[in-house]
């Protein structure tokens, strides 16, 4: 099983600043078609997941461009331009690539 | 608009059995391989089960393997998962999840459209 393994546990940040949160996985996430299938969630207190980025980079429908999505390999990292207060909650990333499907342990972003 | 709406969560007794109902609408619901994913309380997301578009190839975690059914009815766009044995740890909330995937093999696009979820709680 692949292993996610995100980092920080908690990010305590203030608004209008930049957030930075890795994801590593303990085998590479390349598919034998070239591509990454490692995706990023997040979960609002309260309420239901939400794709944010998947295959790495790629934003879903209505998602702000201030959230970026980067890294190859074993590597990753999702990046908030701009942290604004609907940015809180608890971010995971997902790989696709390997069976069985896996999640990382989740990152808590809050307000300082 | 895209929407899955569970039912069936509630209290139930250890070694008791519980059938969860996702009722799909907005999108061709036989093209997409559908799932169960729970949250337990204040932990992370786990996936519980996936089923492919037809119904025909299902596969479950290992910790709700010989327990949990999961299946679906393509005339009715519903999602069901009968639980039986359950435990204290599988309380938690589950989450219908559509998948960005046609096909039932690696890789996988992840979950794009999730429900609202429904609460299990099992009491010993």
């Known amino acids: 099983e692949v292993v996610m393994t995100q980092s920080p546990l908690s990010l305590p940040v203030t608004l209008g600043q930049p957030a930075s949160i890795s994801c590593t996985s303990s085998?590479?996430?390349?598919?034998?078609?070239?591509?990454?299938?490692l995706h990023w969630f997040h979960q609002r207190p309260g309420q239901s997941p939400r794709r944010l980025i998947y295959k790495v980079s790629n934003r879903d429908s209505g998602v702000p461009d201030r959230f970026s999505g980067s890294g190859s390999g074993t590597d990753f990292t999702l990046k908030i331009s701009r942290v604004e207060a609907e940015d809180v909650g608890v971010y995971y990333c997902m790989q696709g690539t390997h069976w069985p499907l896996t999640f990382g342990g989740g990152t808590k972003v809050e307000i300082k | 608009e895209v929407q899955l709406l569970e039912s069936g969560g509630g209290l139930v007794q250890a070694g008791g059995s519980l059938r969860l109902s996702c009722a799909a609408s907005g999108f061709t619901f036989s093209r997409y391989v559908m799932s169960w994913v729970r949250q337990a309380p204040g932990k992370g997301l786990e996936w519980v089960s996936l089923?492919?578009?037809?119904?025909?190839?299902?596969y479950y975690s290992d910790s709700v393997k010989g327990r949990f059914t999961i299946s679906r009815d393509n005339s009715k766009n519903t999602l069901y998962l009968q639980m039986n044995s359950l435990s204290a740890e599988d309380t938690a909330v589950y989450y219908c999840?559509?998948?960005?995937?046609?096909?039932?093999?690696?890789?996988?696009?992840?979950?794009?459209?999730w429900g609202q979820g429904t609460t299990v709680t099992v009491f010993s």
């Open positions: 089923i492919s578009g037809s119904g025909d190839r299902t």
């Open positions: 999840a559509k998948w960005d995937d046609t096909r039932m093999d690696t890789p996988y696009h992840g979950v794009d459209v």
């Open positions: 085998q590479s996430l390349v598919y034998s078609d070239g591509s990454t299938y």
